[in-house]
């Protein structure tokens, strides 16, 4: 079994839509759970970061962690055009130093119709 | 402004020779990492440092070498024992103190070698 698992799509919704993006994990010392969007030929940016269990929304961007079910969500509401990317999950066991521990999604491509 | 910068965008070089990519950030960031992106693959660690002058294998190192002279630079150089060098580079950054493990990339360089 991977570490994390990430549907890599492609994943094609109308704007205004919701879109569900989610990630598994095998790691139960997964502590921190991070989202990066990348555009094509582009470098990830880091949108949304969050600490253990719970919610955390920025925005039109909600990022949800399950760690019962080793499960993590981004949610995107009224979705644009411009949200088209790959996004990626990312994830972490280690506190302060990342000693290069941070795993990564392989991506989801998102594709939203006008 | 604050960031991470990679030189060239677009780098071609012939079989045999080695390269050398270019990675400054002037984030103030003690931790700096090299990962190669590869279609359907995602992000694959190559190089990592915490601090000036030591650095750590990542999970693909072989045909790599890196250095790390300067807080701000950590160039990469791909070398002719690399044996599938054409890859999309990302060179990130992070933070060592508290708050977790959140890294941010630079906009990456896409290598081809013929």
């Known amino acids: 079994q991977k570490e994390v698992e990430q549907d890599p799509g492609p994943l094609s919704v109308p704007e205004g839509a919701i879109v569900s993006l989610n990630c598994t994990y095998s790691n139960s010392a997964f502590q921190y759970f991070m989202w990066y969007r990348q555009y094509s030929r582009k470098g990830p940016e880091l949108l949304m970061y969050?600490?253990?269990?719970g919610n955390k929304e920025d925005g039109r961007f909600t990022a949800q962690v399950d760690k019962s079910s080793k499960y993590i969500s981004l949610f995107i509401r009224d979705s644009q055009p411009s949200d088209s990317a790959t996004y990626l999950c990312?994830?972490?066991?280690?506190?302060?130093?990342?000693?290069?521990?941070?795993?990564f999604g392989k991506g989801t491509k998102l594709s939203v119709k006008p | 402004d604050g960031g991470i910068t990679q030189s060239p965008k677009y780098l071609f070089r012939k079989e045999g020779q080695n390269v050398t990519l270019s990675c400054e950030q002037n984030l103030n960031h003690d931790a700096m990492y090299w990962y190669r992106q590869d279609p359907g693959q995602g992000l694959r660690l190559i190089y990592y440092s915490q601090i000036v002058n030591d650095f750590q294998k990542g999970d693909i190192a072989e045909g790599y070498s890196v250095s790390r002279e300067k807080k701000e630079s950590f160039p990469l150089t791909v070398t002719s024992a690399q044996k599938n060098p054409t890859a999309f580079y990302l060179c990130?950054?992070?933070?060592?103190?508290?708050?977790?493990?959140?890294?941010?990339f630079g906009p990456g360089t896409r290598l081809t070698v013929t």
């Open positions: 969050t600490y253990s269990s």
């Open positions: 990130a950054s992070s933070t060592l103190g508290t708050g977790g493990s959140e890294q941010y």
């Open positions: 990312a994830m972490s066991a280690r506190y302060g130093g990342s000693q290069g521990n941070l795993i």
